[in-house]
């Protein structure tokens, strides 16, 4: 079974970084978008950021813009999302996932995407 493996989360304080990582082992990943979504308790699950890897670009939501940054590691077959000055309302479990398919379109929905990690708790104490 193809699942990627998310690490990197944890207590932080307000305004401070952590690095999120996801390894896909043995799922491509070129070609395809790979994003972030979060959720948090009582919430759905959010779009935060993807990297499309066929042109390098990268897309976020709004409340994220130049905080966090999307990259990738194409040897390690590994995504990271980089947060910088975080709030407690970034306060998550922040999940990973690959398209299942391509789409002409920056994906933004959860339904777009497949092969989702078991997430990594992400708490920002104010």
């Known amino acids: 079974q193809v699942q990627p493996v998310e690490s990197g989360g944890g207590l932080v304080q307000a305004g401070g970084p952590l690095r999120l990582s996801c390894v896909a082992s043995g799922l491509t990943l070129s070609n395809y978008a790979t994003g972030w979504f979060r959720q948090a308790d009582g919430e759905g699950r959010e779009f935060v950021a993807a990297?499309?890897?066929?042109?390098?670009?990268?897309y976020y939501t709004d409340s994220v813009k130049g905080r966090f940054t999307i990259s990738g590691d194409n040897a390690k077959n590994t995504v990271y999302l980089q947060m910088n000055n975080l709030r407690p309302e970034d306060t998550a479990v922040y999940y990973c996932a690959r398209e299942f398919r391509r789409f002409t379109s920056w994906s933004t929905e959860s339904w777009e995407y497949g092969y989702w990690g078991q997430g990594t708790q992400v708490t920002v104490s104010s």
């Open positions: 990297i499309s890897w066929s042109s390098g670009a990268a």
